[in-house]
């Protein structure tokens, strides 16, 4: 059989993927996104046609840099899954990563909590010929370098806006750190002490009886080796993993100050950034699909020092746009493609 072709790829109604989770996500996604708009549109006290001839007379060369580095984060996005994914499968291609990073953007803003982003990259590594210990591996190594540039860039965005005298965010600043911290010692706890790990699992009553806790045994033995290899011998791959997770932070925030620029807005470079960093590190653990309703209240909540309100709810609306919507109706497409092409997801 065909790797392409693995059985255990179908999608069960219990899956954060599965039709029934999908619909609930997309709603959940619009209603928090009207509500959203809707409450910066009051706040501004904008009409719709205010807001209409605002987005028409947007300059179109910064709309176009905006969409350029749009396309060059979600590039970068398959090139962090490809270095990792190739040391273990070394016919894995770029392509292939960057199939993985739409499928992670159409999942993770259309599903509850954005919990299908993780198996929605699984579905397409495992359809490439990944074992699950590998495609698992390649995840949690990636998963973890998302979660240091978040942390990194966002506590750099706080200590700068701390030395210029422009902290004025409250209660997101602990939020914040609360998160990521807890989020970063999951992380390393999955990628530091995979032994510990598998040590747990070995402890847990009957697991080793049943034949779903021996195969599970056997995984968790095999993701430490990988971690292992990795950490051992694979540094540059982990390395370079990381890196482009931290330039892909900087290339959103890069789109940001482009999206300001085509409505003429011109604020400090630094202290733009360093807003846009917090913000992001907010809406990666929103509960809403894509952060929906949460990106655009902390615009309101981040920018309005920077943004005048005559023109915050349609920065908000093309900064969604070139942040979030269109990787969202990029990875529709591809997985709509693959559906109608495999009759499953993966392609």
């Known amino acids: 059989m065909s ?27 619009l209603v928090f996104t009207a509500a959203g708009l809707a409450a910066v549109a009051w706040w501004a006290s904008r009409s719709d046609a205010e807001i209409v001839s605002e987005l028409t007379h947007a300059s179109r060369r910064f709309v176009l840099v905006a969409l350029g580095l749009t396309i060059l984060e979600a590039i970068a996005g398959g090139y962090r899954i490809w270095i990792l994914a190739r040391e273990l499968l070394p016919g894995f291609r770029v392509r292939d990563g960057l199939r993985t990073h739409l499928y992670l953007l159409f999942a993770a803003g259309v599903t509850p909590m954005q919990l299908g982003g993780g198996p929605a990259q699984y579905i397409v590594l495992r359809s490439r010929g990944l074992r699950p210990h590998d495609a698992i591996a390649v995840l949690s190594i990636s998963w973890v370098g998302g979660i240091v540039a978040l942390g990194l860039l966002a506590g750099g965005g706080i200590a700068y806006l701390t030395a210029v005298g422009r902290v004025d965010l409250g209660a997101i600043v602990g939020t914040l750190l609360f998160t990521v911290a807890v989020l ?9 002490f995979p ?9 847990v009553k009957g697991m080793r009886r049943g034949r779903v806790g ?10 430490r080796r990988n971690i292992r290899l990795f950490r051992n011998s694979k540094r ?19 789109t940001g100050l482009a999206v300001a620029a085509a409505l003429g807005i011109l604020f400090p470079p630094l202290e733009g950034m360093a807003r846009q960093m917090i913000q992001f590190a907010v809406i990666s653990v929103a509960p809403s699909p894509a ?4 990106a655009e209240l902390t615009t309101v909540g981040l920018m309005t020092s920077l943004v005048p309100p005559t023109v915050m ?19 529709a497409f591809v997985v709509v493609r693959d559906l109608i092409a ?3 997801p993966g392609g």
Not at 16 to 28: D, F, K, Q, T
Not at 184 to 192: L, S, W
């Open 184 to 192: 970063f010692g999951i992380g390393i706890a999955i990628t530091v």
């Open 291 to 294: 952060g929906s309703g949460v």
């Open 195 to 203: 032994s510990a790990i598998t040590r747990l699992l070995h402890g």
């Open 313 to 331: 709810l349609a920065y908000t609306v093309l900064w969604r746009v070139f942040t979030s919507y269109l990787g969202v109706f990029a990875g």
């Open 214 to 223: 021996r195969q599970v045994l056997r995984g968790a033995a095999r993701y």
């Open 342 to 344: 495999t009759g499953r």
């Open 3 to 29: 790797p392409h072709r693995l059985p255990e790829l179908e999608v069960e109604k219990s899956s954060p993927l599965s039709p029934r989770n999908v619909a609930i996500g997309i709603g959940l996604f």
């Open 236 to 254: 540059t791959a982990w390395s370079i993993n990381t890196g482009i997770n931290i330039l892909m932070v900087l290339l959103r925030g890069a």
